[in-house]
C-alpha cells in the first residue's frame, strides 16, 4: 500500500514539474502581463508574441518566460523647448527583422492622461540587433510616460 | 487493494484540485464584435502601396511633435505666425492623395497642441476675412467687438513641401513596391531661409489590387 501511495505521489510531483515547464502561448489567459499593474514611465509589450511571462506555479523558483524582443532601456529627457523627448531601446534576439509598431502616451505627475492622442509609430528592427524608438511630447508641463509596443500588422 | 480510508483523502483531493483548476482564470479572452469602422491610425482591412489614412496620421503627429520641439518656431518671446496649407505642397508622386488632407491635420493639431506658442494665419480665409472688413468699413455693419487692424496678419512662416514616389513591379508574381517620401519645410517668408525641416519616408508592398479615389 505503502508503495503505492508513494509512487503516486511522485508522479505527480513530475506531473508538477513537467506542467511547469510547459510554455503558454500568447493567448493564454494565464499570462502575467494581462494582469499587471499599469506603471507609470515604463514599456509595456501589448503584443504578447514579442514577449511573455506566466507562473509556473508550486515549486517553480522562477516565472516562465519566452521573447522575441525584449527591452535594452528607456527613460526621458527635456528638449530645447521644455517638451519631453521618451527614448526605448528594443533589442531583437531573432534571426528575423521585426516591424514593430509603437506609441507613448503621457500623464502628467498626479496620472492624468494629457498631452495629444498617442499614435502609432512605425519601425523595425534588424535580426538581432537593437533599434530606438522615439517620441516627443507637444506640452512643456513634466510627464510621465507609458510605451506600448505590439507587432505591426 | 485500496482501502475506505486511503479512497476518502485522495477524492477530497482530486475534488480540491478540480474546484481549484476550475477558478484559474476570469479572462474571457473572445474578439470582440465585426465593426465597419476602422481605426484610422492603424492598417485597415483594406490596405495597398499608396498612402492611407494611417500614414496622415503618423506623418503630421510626427512633424507636429517635432516642430514643438524647434526653438526656431516656438522658443521665441513672441509667438511666431505661421502659415500652414497646401499652397506650397506639391504631389508629383503615382500616389493619389488631397494634400489638404495633409496640412488641413497637421494646422489643426498644432494649432490645438501649441496652446498659443505658435499662431496660425487662416491664409486661405482671406477672402472670407476681406469680405467682412469691407462690409465693416463701409458701415454695412459694425465694427465688432474685439479690435481693428489696420491690415490683415502678415506672417512670419509658411510650409512648403513635396511628395514623390518611386514604384517598382515583379511582372512574375504582380507585386507592386513603392516608395514615397514626403518632406516638408517651413520657410522664412522675409529671409527665404528654411528654419525647419521634416522628412516621412516609407515603402509598402502589397499584391492586392487597391484603387484609391
Redesign the interface.
Known sequence: MNTLIKSMAAAAVCLGLLSGCAVKSASSTDLIERTAPITMNSVAFTDYNLQRTWSRGFGQVEDGERYRLSLVQHGQRPTATGTTEVYVVLRNHTDYDYRIEARTQFFNQDGVPTDVKPTWQRSTIPANSIATYRELSTSTQPLQYRVEVRELN | MF?KN?LKPACALVLTSLFLSGC??K???VQGKPSVYEDV???GSVGGVGIES?DV??MT??M???M????ML??RSTPPRIIIDNEYIKNESTSVINTNMLTDRLRI?LN???NGRMIFVGRHFSDMVQKERDLKRDGAVDGGTIRQTAAQAGADFRLGGRISSLDAIDRNTGTQSRYSQVTFEMVDLELGTIVWSGLYE?RKAARDNVVYR
Open positions: 482501502t486511503t484559474a482564470s479572462i474571457e479572452n491610425s492603424t492598417t494611417q496620421v503618423a503627429d510626427q507636429m511633435r517635432d514643438l520641439a524647434n526653438p516656438t522658443g493639431e490645438r497642441a501649441a516609407m
